[in-house]
């Protein structure tokens, strides 16, 4: 009943709330950060992801819909489509999951002229997508969860530097239960005096290192041995805006990994996200 009771409520505030597990036009495409939709600003992104590992590709799109309703306050809704499944190791950073949530920005401190130092905190229900994954992970029945976390850094005219972390746990159901994820990134942008255009592609660089440790699938009551994970990234990313436009891109290759012997060892993940924002009061990029 508790499982049916929290479903209902994740879809129902999926028509209204935001989540970080996704990039936005507004900065790191793998990492956390702290900018939201300014006041009014509607933001739609559409992106594909990928994950290559020893049992193939794992690849899917996603579409993203947000909205400012203050500066600092902004929610969100997002939902993926699966265009290729292979046995993947637990993740937030590469969710397959319908996502809804509130992002709040509740520190904002410009120091001086186009630098500003800030953190924002975010949250959410999440709810597998239907045959999201193979492997171990395609046979637990589907539960909602939810996820929460925050992020802070700098942000200037020429350099960016934000650090955050999120923590996702899933509902039991019927004996089965996904790992929580313990998730984190550390990201660094510089955009370059010439990159600095008030007309045409505004663009700037991203190196972005992101963490994940999952605990054991959890199968018929039973913990699942040797399906644990702790993995560390590191790559770039790039990111472009045009007026009400945005385009990004990214990969990383795997730095560390201890993963159980029943999950595939990944070799590389990569992103690629376009966003368009309407109704936009001003830029807080």
């Known amino acids: 009943m508790k499982v049916s009771i929290l479903f209902a409520l994740s879809l129902c505030t999926a028509l209204f709330v935001t989540t970080r597990a996704f990039a936005s036009g507004h900065g790191p495409v793998f990492g956390y950060a702290t900018p939201t939709n300014s006041q009014g600003e509607w933001s739609v992104d559409l992106g594909a992801t990928g994950r290559n590992s020893e049992a193939g590709n794992d690849i899917s799109t996603r579409a993203m819909l947000s909205y400012g309703v203050t500066p600092h306050l902004m929610f969100s809704v997002s939902a993926p489509v699966m265009l290729s499944k292979a046995a993947t190791t637990p993740t937030r950073m590469m969710s397959h999951d319908f996502e809804s949530g509130l992002s709040w920005r509740f520190h904002h401190n410009p120091s001086k002229v186009g630098t500003r130092f800030e953190s924002t905190l975010f949250g959410g229900l999440i709810m597998p997508a239907a045959d999201s994954t193979s492997g171990v992970m395609g046979q637990l029945k589907r539960a909602p969860g939810f996820s929460a976390g925050g992020a802070s850094g700098m942000a200037s005219r020429s350099h960016y530097l934000w650090i955050g972390g999120a923590f996702a746990r899933y509902l039991e159901k019927d004996g089965d239960r996904r790992p929580d994820v313990l998730s984190y990134s550390l990201v660094y942008g ?96």
């Open 190 to 285: 510089y955009r370059p005096p010439s990159w600095r255009k008030d007309s045409g592609w505004d663009w700037r660089l991203f190196a972005e290192m992101t963490g994940e440790r999952s605990d054991h699938i959890h199968h018929l009551g039973l913990t699942v041995p040797q399906t644990d994970a702790n993995q560390l990234f590191l790559g770039p990313s790039v990111l472009g805006i045009r007026k009400n436009y945005a385009i990004e891109g990214g990969v990383q290759f795997p730095v560390y990994r201890d993963v159980g012997t029943l999950l595939p060892r990944e070799r590389v993940r990569w992103v690629v996200n376009f966003s368009y924002f309407i109704f936009q009061h001003g830029h807080n990029h």
